[in-house]
């Protein structure tokens, strides 16, 4: 696989340089108005981006002109579609592209965990679901109760986070999409807008797929309505006579509920541990068991093994790395809930008016300490667009400038306030010691697991961003150049250059035994501590995922084997300590030599 093209095809610009919108007549059939207002289906909460009608065949041929000229030439590898869910019929264009000539698709669906692909003709996804799995596995359930009893302590807020996400949810409903939700009820005035509105903020998963037209309603779907009041439930699973359109629209409405209510909302008010709130993950499912990550990977293997592997992407809230830090935090609670007491004390004279209040303090506390160190430049840009995101004391709309000044200037006082600074990178460099390994072993497991890894720009070298703009800023590719010239020529791997040295050895590996990564998965029995797995009988896999691995045992299969990362040959033939198998990155990699 080399170059995908990016292809967002619901929406399109709502002005005059887009021909289609300009062509009065394209637009009327193209894109998707409300009759009765002449509002057109928005990006979001984008004014100036317009729902294209895909499931018109003329409006799929000429929007899709240069991007199907360019897979049949060969100019592109294969297309990563964004938001598929804000189509009519996604399954329907998937097929349309297939036919067409495009038999690379990945598509940007956000999974909820647990949540089954449906059986789209396509490649995979682009592999958030991984995101989250990978990152869950590093979080230490130990550290469950300790860090809700912190984190309710500070928020004063006992609710459970489906209760934070349904609020926000309905907010959104009651706000931002206020004009979706009257469009809605001139399609079937007989329900109640209080049952309506209550539905769309329900649902537990992006959408449903129901086909109004077929009568399709599949049992992942009822699944998903299930919760919501009998009424509509019975419209949306075609019990009940109703107009296609309803069941069409409502289906289109309710992804972007789900993306700004928790995503761009409610991720950014709970923040029991920040690592899991991030795209598609479920921050009440506070790590997972190794059996579903396996799971996961296994289902992988039989069903889409070429899905995208990813720690990183464009959207994302944190880049891996500070992800890996803040996971780390569920394996020293007690350490990180002392620490945290002693800083909310430190800096109390640096408040004013308030501001920062204690869950915008917590927040920033979590985030200086997964990505430091952080110029307090970048800082202040990220927590201007989180407490915005948040809605709590500003946001986009209604700006608060005074309260955001106030945080600004808490966050560049901290910056020279040397009791706090003392104290923090005291403990930070603790934190870094464990995160900074977790982080080593996700790029382990993302290179060797089924499926493709994804690496994001920059992220070949340790890579602390936080979301946009950092995760949209050039790369410094003549510094990486440098970094992968010296380690070719001999040098030792150092902090800085780990990951990339990692990187270079397990892709190298793949290039140049391809058949392992084509076989088999076989998940290996090393406890709650560890994870580990053979790849087609001939690469073997070990990571740390707790502190105390190194003490555990392996059954390691039979015979003669190299360490990728040091080259040195041994031979497995009984039980082996997990210890000497990690070295110092928390990972070990063998691949079986070949009998002379």
């Not at 097929?95 to 647990?114: F, H």
């Not at 600004?408 to 995160?435: I, M, N, W």
Request: net charge negative; with cysteine; proline share 7%.
């Amino acid at each position: 696989m080399g170059i995908l093209l990016d292809v967002v095809p619901n929406h399109m610009a709502a002005d005059d340089a887009n021909p289609f919108w300009a062509d009065r007549s394209l637009r009327e059939r193209f894109f998707d108005i409300d009759p009765a207002t002449g509002r057109h289906r928005r990006f979001f909460d984008i004014d100036d981006m317009a729902g294209v009608r895909q499931e018109d065949p003329e409006a799929f041929e000429q929007t899709h002109a240069l991007v199907l000229s360019l897979v049949a030439d060969g100019s592109v590898d294969g297309l990563r579609i964004d938001h598929p869910d804000g189509l009519a019929d996604p399954a329907a264009y998937l097929q349309r592209l297939r036919d067409r000539g495009a038999d690379r698709v990945w598509v940007e669906k956000i999974l909820d965990p647990g949540e089954r692909l449906p059986d789209w003709p396509v490649s995979g996804t682009v592999g958030y679901e991984f995101l989250n799995d990978v990152c869950a596995v590093f979080v230490d359930p130990a550290g469950e109760a300790p860090l809700t009893e912190l984190w309710e302590e500070v928020s004063g807020d006992r609710r459970p986070f489906g209760e934070v996400a349904l609020d926000a949810k309905l907010e959104q409903v009651l706000r931002t999409f206020r004009p979706e939700v009257e469009r809605l009820e001139r399609l079937d005035p007989g329900l109640p807008r209080e049952v309506l509105e209550r539905g769309l903020a329900s649902m537990p998963v992006y959408r449903t797929y129901v086909e109004p037209a077929s009568g399709l309603v599949s049992e992942q779907d009822r699944a998903a309505i299930a919760g919501l009041d009998p009424r509509l439930q019975s419209i949306i699973a075609l019990e009940t006579p109703v107009t296609p359109e309803f069941v069409t629209r409502f289906q289109q409405t309710t992804p972007p509920v789900m993306a700004k209510g928790v995503e761009d909302t409610a991720f950014y008010r709970y923040g029991r541990l920040l690592a899991l709130c991030d795209v598609g993950g479920d921050p009440s499912r506070f790590g997972i068991e190794l059996e579903r990550f396996h799971a996961a990977n296994l289902e992988r293997a039989e069903r889409l093994p070429l899905s995208l592997l990813t720690t990183q992407t464009h959207d994302t809230k944190r880049s891996g790395d500070v992800r890996a830090r803040i996971a780390a935090l569920a394996s020293m609670p007690d350490e990180w809930a002392v620490n945290v007491r002693r800083w909310f004390e430190i800096t109390e004279p640096l408040r004013r008016d308030g501001a920062p209040d204690e869950i915008e303090r917590y927040f920033l506390f979590q985030t200086l300490a997964g990505a430091w160190p952080i110029s307090c430049e970048r800082i202040e840009a990220y927590m201007e667009k989180a407490l915005r995101e948040a809605k709590r004391n500003t946001n986009w709309v209604e700006q608060n400038h005074e309260w955001e000044d106030a945080v600004k200037r808490f966050c560049r006082e901290l910056y020279s306030h040397r009791p706090f600074l003392d104290h923090f990178e005291q403990f930070v460099a603790t934190l870094a010691a464990t995160g900074d390994r977790f982080a080593l072993a996700q790029v382990a497991l993302k290179l060797t697991v089924p499926g493709v890894p994804d690496i994001y720009q920059g992220d070949e070298l340790p890579y602390r961003a936080l979301v946009d703009p950092d995760n949209r800023q050039p790369v410094d590719w003549g510094w990486r150049r440098a970094m992968l010239d010296r380690l070719l020529g001999g040098s030792r791997p150092d902090s800085a250059t780990d990951k990339l040295f990692l990187t270079m050895r397990l892709l190298g590996l793949r290039a140049r035994r391809p058949e392992p990564f084509l076989g088999s998965y076989e998940p290996l029995d090393v406890g709650e501590r560890a994870c580990a797995f053979v790849r087609g009988d001939a690469v073997m896999v070990v990571v740390a995922t707790r502190a105390g691995a190194s003490d555990g045992v392996l059954e390691a299969p039979p015979g003669r084997w190299r360490n990728v990362l040091s080259g040195v040959e041994c031979s497995f033939d009984r039980r082996q300590k997990i210890g000497p198998l990690l070295e110092d990155r928390g990972s070990g990699i063998f691949e079986r030599v070949a009998r002379r």
